[in-house]
């Protein structure tokens, strides 16, 4: 079965400091893996997806994200944090069953503090 | 981009009766739908897999009588929470994944569900 784990429910950080969301992965095959964010009440923006080809996944307002196949890891990172980025971010992974629906890790609420 | 139309974003009904949130995919053709739960604070609880002119596909301990979901074209599927309890309230999104299939999907805004 596919899953993601988000170990941590928290991160804070400080305006202007970089920020990593950590999200590792359990997956039998090939992983797609996948973030995305979401603002209280709104639906989920996606933000990056890693499907092959470089592990260093560039994805929209600046956020990235390494694949790590010997850490079985996929953390989101932001070289220097906007109080803006203060949201709540699911990893996903795509599942292989007939549905190939999207599992979600728990979710980390990240504050940027100004 | 793909876009995902979901309505509506919030309602309150009364206890008893029943409620429709619909999922539309603007721009591109849906074959596929995904209906998702989330309690506060919590993560995604896939709920089904709309599929267009079939069935849909319910997850373990989801009542499908409960939760009726219709995919009749390929840019509209329905959610409809049947005689409705307080316990239903809850946020409900939507996503979908075009034709192609290939890589991630787009989720609607999210339908705020009150049951009183």
């Known amino acids: 079965a596919q899953s993601v784990a988000q170990p941590e429910d928290q991160v804070n950080v400080a305006e202007g400091n970089p920020l990593t969301v950590k999200c590792t992965y359990s997956v039998s095959g090939n992983p797609y893996l996948f973030w995305y964010v979401q603002y209280p009440n709104r639906g989920l923006q996606f933000l990056l997806k890693y499907i092959t080809g470089d592990n260093l996944v560039k994805g929209s307002y600046g956020f990235e994200a390494e694949f790590n196949k010997s850490q079985t890891s996929f953390h989101l990172k932001k070289p220097s944090a906007l109080v803006s980025d203060s949201a709540l971010y699911f990893c996903?992974?795509?599942?292989?069953?007939?549905?190939?629906?999207?599992?979600f890790g728990a979710g980390t609420r990240l504050t940027v503090k100004p | 981009g793909a876009v995902v139309s979901q309505h509506p974003s919030w309602v309150i009904c009364k206890s008893g009766t029943s409620v429709k949130i619909e999922c539309r995919s603007l721009?591109?053709?849906?074959?596929?739908m995904f209906w998702y739960r989330q309690f506060p604070k919590q993560s995604l609880m896939l709920m089904a897999t709309?599929?267009?002119?079939?069935?849909?596909?319910?997850e373990q301990g989801v009542e499908k009588d409960k939760f009726l979901i219709n995919h009749a074209s390929l840019t509209l599927s329905t959610l409809t929470v049947t005689s409705a309890h307080p316990e239903d309230s809850s946020f409900y999104i939507c996503?979908?994944?075009?034709?192609?299939?290939?890589?991630?999907?787009?989720f609607g805004s999210g339908t705020r569900l009150t049951v009183v």
């Open positions: 709309s599929n267009e002119g079939s069935k849909a596909t319910y």
């Open positions: 996903a992974v795509r599942s292989w069953t007939n549905n190939n629906d999207m599992r």
């Open positions: 721009d591109f053709q849906a074959t596929t």
């Open positions: 996503s979908a994944r075009d034709a192609a299939g290939v890589g991630g999907y787009t």
